[in-house]
Each structure stands twice: as structure tokens, then as C-alpha cells.
């Protein structure tokens, strides 16, 4: 009995420990948003340079293979790739992210001025994929799915 009990006090130090490490992680966020520069590279596609400012209380972390895609109406109108980047630790950092944007096979520069109209951002959603990895080397493939445009516009 008292091996199993130092057992289960040690998991449970562990994941105590682990739990209480990771809470800082979800109060990363980003503080604000905003497009720096667009430039064209053909018909359906433009490269775009993002200036967001995060603030992250957590460790240092990696995002890559960071892509995304937005729909409407269940009609995908568009996707993103961002370039790889590195949340420094702890600190309220302005990042100046590459972004490269696709207009989808299926949607056409109708479907874009269409969101200019009232109410029209409030029916689209976006999907976000992305890698995290802490600087020792662990990593976890994450995803946010179906969030409102609407939400990321408010930054």
C-alpha cells in the first residue's frame, strides 16, 4: 500500500505541476491587430504583412505550418499560409507576420465584394491549423475551428 500511495502522490505532483504550466498558455493573446501592406503576386493571390502585437506570459513558443482557410455559408472563399514565427517568453511583443492569401478555385471577386455588404461578416467562419513547440522540442498540432470572423475582427 505504501508504494502505491508514493505512486500516486508522484502522478499527481506531476500533473499538478503540468496543469498549472500550461494555464499560462491559454492566456496568450493576441492584443492587436492590423494590415501593414498588400502586395499582388497574380490574379487570385497577394502576399500580405500583418502587424500583430501578443501578449504572451507563457515560455517561448514556435508556431509553424500555420494555415487557415475562410468560408461562408459553406462556400470556402479563401485560404492563408503564414510564415513560421517565435512568441518570445514572457513579454507584450508587436510581431510583423507574412502572410500569403488565395482566393479559392471556387470563389470569385463577387463573392469578396459581397462581404462588404451589412451582416455579410457575421455569416462567415474561419478554420485555423497550426504546430506549437516549446523551445525543448515538444510539439502539438492544434486547430481552431469554425470561429466567427466577426471575433478576429475586434482586435
Known sequence: MGKGFRYAAIVLAVMSLLLSGCAKFRQIRPVSAAVESIMPSGLRSAVVTIGVEIDNPAAQLTLSD??????????????????????????????????????????????????????????????????????????????????????????
Open 66 to 155: 500555420i494555415e487557415g482557410q475562410l468560408a461562408r455559408s459553406g462556400k470556402v472563399l479563401g485560404r492563408v499560409a503564414l510564415d513560421p514565427f517565435i512568441l518570445k517568453a514572457k513579454t507584450l511583443e508587436k510581431y510583423h507576420l507574412r502572410a500569403t492569401v488565395t482566393l479559392d478555385q471556387n470563389a470569385s471577386l463577387l463573392d469578396l465584394m459581397a462581404l462588404t455588404r451589412e451582416g455579410a461578416l457575421d455569416e462567415c467562419l474561419v478554420d485555423i491549423y497550426f504546430k506549437a513547440s516549446l523551445k525543448g522540442g515538444i510539439s502539438k498540432k492544434m486547430a481552431l475551428e469554425q470561429l466567427p470572423l466577426r471575433s478576429l475582427m475586434k482586435l
